[in-house]
């Protein structure tokens, strides 16, 4: 039977071993190999990429029921949109230039994005909790201070660019453009969606209108939360895409089973 | 494995116990505090039953966002309705002197109100908005009566716990628990902007909830039941929107 090391419960986060937070190369032992991701990375990874596509999904069909977007409180098709998606609608009401209506999908779509969304941040607490609890952000998030020069940052960007494959010190950890990648992900955009999701709610509004007033009306709310959906699905592209570069097949064990291999087996 | 599996085993299996036991207490203290929707079985019940437990914990008093007159929108959206049927042209053509709303169900006085009586009670003005679940929205100014005068002066029985309010129009109704029902904002709407209301935007009656999307505030009004179960309605799930597979509630 194999020794197993990554722990299956616990919540010991060894995504990287002391010291790999820096640059420098750490020795492993292939043999005896620790857990690239805690299983509580694994855990609300999963689970965070499932209630993305439901809400992507959903969100999708929902703006289909009116694909204009606006600044300010108010918008309708009597008003100028600053985006028109040119799209077919599920609704005759909107002028789209197409000769059909699409089946309305609302009423599960929101059920299903309100769910999701649910499950998301819940998700999202309990990995929040954890990364600052047990360390995981200090460890694996939060880049040295030695990595965050511009000739740091810059190497790694043109490593990046290359789509050079990641050296063993990426092995146990993320490199620090990854680990901004990340926390921008994590600090700004997902809590953005929440925001400006809970500022198109008339209900949380009623108690909470300052959630809607700076950010400078309903309609200005539904624009950024589609436009931060952009920028999610855009940082999505790229997280799989430099999977791919890592080591598909290397990358998907990791985040799965949380073991992981040195590249030069 | 086996070196993990049996106190794994049995801290999950506690876990699960003490979590099943958790939702079963938590389901009896929302249902009883009133925290539970009509539409909280299915697929999306867990969903939609936190969404309404947490803005009734949160809104249960909460003033929806009033505008200034500078926000009116210059170009209100009616939205679309089914063809008016024969009974509304009827009475659109003698100017609605025989429109009425009847109110029954779990009254001590049920009544049957002329819109002209309707009209001689006392108004609330307010400037709200109006959001579609499709995602648009407009500012209006709406003068009307608010719901909770109604309730009173029929005789609400202190078991009520939603108004089902119906269109003239067939198969259009909602309801609405009591936390709208009596709040101040509710209003069965009569005026608009400064005229009588539209009737492309709900004329000669809409009941405006303005802290729910608009499919709650429905156009046409011309029947309210009070009641303390929602069952014997349609479907059962309180509303022809939450028959049809939406939220029955829709504050978010």
Known sequence: MRASHGTILGVSDSACLPGAASAAPVAVPTKTVPSRHSALVRVTHWITTLCFFALLVSGGEIVLSHPRFYWGETGNVNMRPWLNLHLPSSRETVPTGYGYVLPDQNGWSRYLHFQAAWLAVGTGLLYVLFGFFAGHFRRNLFPAASDLSIKGLGGSLVRHLRFERPGKEEVWSYNSLQRLTYLLVIFVLFPLMIWTGLAMSLGFTSEFPLAVRLLGGQQTARSLHFLVTILLVLFLFIHVLMVFVAGFRNRMRAMITGRATPPTE | ?252
Not at chain 2, 39 to 48: F, H, Q, R, S, T
Not at chain 2, 51 to 63: F, P
Not at chain 2, 129 to 152: F, H, K, Q, R
């Open chain 2, 1 to 252: 494995m086996t070196n993990i599996s049996r106190r794994n085993f049995i801290t999950t299996g506690l876990a699960a116990v003490a979590g099943a036991s958790g939702i079963a207490v938590a389901a009896r203290v929302a249902r009883h505090h009133g925290l539970i929707p009509p539409d909280a079985g299915g697929l999306y019940g867990a969903g939609e039953t936190l969404t309404y437990a947490a803005q009734r914990l949160l809104t249960r008093h909460s003033m929806a966002r009033e505008f200034s007159r500078a926000e009116i929108s210059a170009n209100p959206f009616a939205n679309e309705v089914d063809p008016l049927g024969d009974e509304f042209q009827r009475l659109q053509a003698a100017s609605f002197v025989d429109w009425r709303v009847t109110v029954d169900g779990m009254a001590a006085r049920p009544a049957s109100l002329s819109l002209a009586e309707i009209k001689s009670f006392p108004t609330s003005t307010q400037i709200t908005m109006n959001g579609c679940e499709e995602g648009w929205t407009y500012i209006a100014e709406w003068t009307g009566v608010p719901l909770s005068y109604i309730l009173d002066r029929v005789g609400a029985l202190p078991q009520v716990r939603y108004v089902v309010y119906r269109s003239i129009q067939p198969d259009w109704w909602e309801s609405i628990d009591m936390a709208d029902a009596l709040h101040p904002q509710t209003l069965l709407a009569h005026r608009m902007n400064g005229t009588e209301l539209p009737v492309p935007f709900g004329g000669p009656l809409r009941l405006r909830v303005p802290r729910q999307l608009g499919y709650k505030s429905v156009k046409y009004i011309n029947r309210l039941t009070l009641t303390d179960n929602l069952k014997p309605f349609g479907k059962g799930t309180g509303g022809a929107n939450s028959d049809s597979g939406y939220a029955w509630y829709a504050g978010i």
